[in-house]
């Protein structure tokens, strides 16, 4: 049985609202902060090794320590929870089911950085959720955990929830900030970094949802406690939101230990592939990470067995790896179209695309349309090598890592599942009539049994 | 001493300048002057805030200071960047570089109509320069491009977005140099546009000023759209007595006629200083300026082509001299070449006269 430390009281009826979660050891996280200064706070951070959650694993004590803090400037905290990555929805699950624990998290955070004024982005299509943390917030506040003076210390803070208006590109922590700002939400060309110039010109840091939530197991059981779930420098637990052909998609919390294969096949997780199918690919941290095939998943090109780690996942470079990113685990069976899937990832960053640098604003749109030409049996050879060819001209040369995001779907699909491209373009009428690409991918490793 | 700004080597493809701190790689480059300097097609050095977006001007820096010699993972928008002591750039050197400037021109011109001979801003285009050093010759673009309507944004100014690369250069200008923006962008991605929100004329002193910024055929002016070729016309610098500007412009003549009234530009086609609507649109009479002589013009550019001496205007019109017919054709092409069908009556032809029309001749024969 996987460690739980964030959502492990989730099942408590009423853990929603503040009595019931205040009852079941709430908001002690920042009784004990409050008792510490605010630099052991992000020390104890630092020690628990916590990487960021919202995709690009960045540590986070050590992003809190970058914070400028010049006199008389007012240094502001930003909760990311505008998770509009396909196939991630951790943050909802976290916000809707343990509002609380967030708004802990949060004052904890806000304490150690210094914000007297805390934001809580939220995606605009989580309508419902701002009522659930608006709630929350107000429970806290007429429980003397938010406002003036909390517990006494002197420490001022306010937490206020912000809708965002739908846009992908507003996740990004520099285009978040412009919306903010209520402006375009265009990401900013850095530097100069949010730590130093974030909102308002003033120091800033953006954190993910999960990433605040799981500073409470943190300050609760302390740093070095923490660092000792989890595998190297992956540590702790991460929510992972599975989808696809899997027979119990959701939201599972793991311990960075365990294997790729456990967590497809294991009773406890996903539970093997849906109707008998067989694994084809995953995308194992949200829709802009690398595909992978089923024997790249399940094992490294070295041989070893892949594990849920953010090392292991990654290991073998984007040729051979992937990503743990945002923790959007997407499986795919042997009956699905690499060709149509990368076809959907590619309508959707076009869309998204904020269109501010030339690469990515045209670029999207150009792999969107080749590969529809090749979807619907239009395509030709030399057409995956021109989206080869654009792909690479997007990827790096971007403002933001959108750009990115968007040629890395499609670089991967090509490189692992040509053959599928190409056999579209030679079959162009079978394709139509089956969409189902090519199934020898399909996992050649036996199963867990666990 | 304090005040003394602080001196910084910078290398750029092998050429060592000081330049103080703060500069930008780009600025250092231009300093440089030559093959080395990076195109800017957004970038604006009197626009606060411009740049880094259309990514024409990525460079390479292969150490990214004395302090911290390693190299910078990623090309760098050398317009956002700024030099450090001891940086070591690879502009034109790095194949790299050359590679991601001509993706970027790629991606610029898929969407851009390719109908220079037909545009307003053909001679004086930012993106047509580009296109020659680092396009190729054919697309591999096969879809249709994007188009807009065109939009009058008040009695002077024009908006054709189909040609716009969204430099967001005017907005920057109605931002900084006007008291109320009232165009924008609109929407997001590759639909994204310039517009006023919704159909409104942009009503400021200032504001053709945008027209001056516009790289591409994007803003023109009304006044001026299609009456002439800059080639055709003659830059002279000029000034007057105006209230609300400097008063510094550039005519372009042809004869003693104003054709039209822009900003002075600077070898890199910035402004120099800004003018009011009134000397922009309103004074285009020679007797409204104090001509101060020819402008300076790049030998190379097609505007130095223009210089007309000794030129000749017929004393009559062409059909006079044709004996009343009106040609449709200035050469008969039967006696110019032999690859032409003399056969075929070129003017029944329905549509462009292609290979498959002649060929078509021949199987019925």
Known sequence: ????????????????????????????????????????????????????????????????????????????????????????FKDRYLMEFLPHLLIEGLIVSSYALGSGRTYIYIRGEYAWIVDILEKAIAEAKSNNWLGKNILGTGFDCEIYVQRGAGAYICGEETALLESLEGKRGNPRIKPPFPAVKGLWDCPTVVNNVETLAAIVPIINMGGEEYAKIGIGKSTGTKLLSACGNINKPGVYEIDMTISVEEFIYGDEYCGGIANGKKLKACIPGGSSVPILPANLLLKTAKGETRMMTYESLADGGFATGSMMGSGGFIVLDEDQCVVRHTLTLARFYRHESCGQCSPCREGTGWMEKILQNIEYGKGKLTDIDLLWDIQRRIEGNTICPLGD???????????????????HVLNPDESQRRNYGLAHYADPLQTVTA | MADEKKIFKVTIDNITIEVE???????????????????????????????????????????????????????????RTNVMEGMVVKSITSERVIDARNGVVEFLLINHPLDCPICDQAGECHLQDLSYEHGKEGTRYEFQRRTFEKHDLGPYIQLHMTRCILCYRCVFVADQLTEKREHGVLDRGDHSEIATYIEKALHNDFIGNVIDVCPVGALTDRTFRFKNRVWFLKPMDAHRDCPKCSGKVTLWNRGDEVYRVTARKNQWGEVEEWICNDCRFQKKKTSDWIIEGPTVVSRHSVISQGHYVGTVNPKEFLPAVMGGRNPRLLMDIHTVSEVNDPEIQLSKIEGPATSDVFGEEEKQE
């Open chain 2, 21 to 79: 701190a703060g500069t930008s790689i780009l600025q250092a480059a231009r300093s440089i002057g030559g093959d080395v300097v990076p195109p800017a097609m957004c970038y604006y050095s009197k626009l606060q805030g411009s740049g880094g977006k259309c990514r024409t001007c990525l460079v390479e820096v292969t150490a990214g200071s004395t302090a911290d010699p390693r190299p910078m993972p990623k090309l760098v928008a050398s317009c």
């Open chain 1, 405 to 423: 995001a968007a040629a890395w779907p499609v670089a991967a699909a090509i490189r692992h599942f040509r053959d599928e491209f190409e056999w």
């Open chain 1, 1 to 88: 049985m996987s460690r739980k430390v964030l959502i492990d009281k989730v099942n408590i009826e009423g853990i929603r609202f503040y009595d019931e979660y205040r009852k079941n050891g709430g908001y002690a996280s920042v009784e004990k902060a409050f008792k510490m200064s605010p630099a052991d706070v992000v020390e104890e951070v630092k020690k628990s090794g916590l990487r960021g959650r919202g995709g690009a694993g960045f540590p986070t004590g050590m992003k809190w320590s970058f914070l400028a803090k010049p006199e008389g400037v007012p240094r502001y905290l930003v909760c990311n929870a505008d998770e509009s990555e396909p196939g991630t």
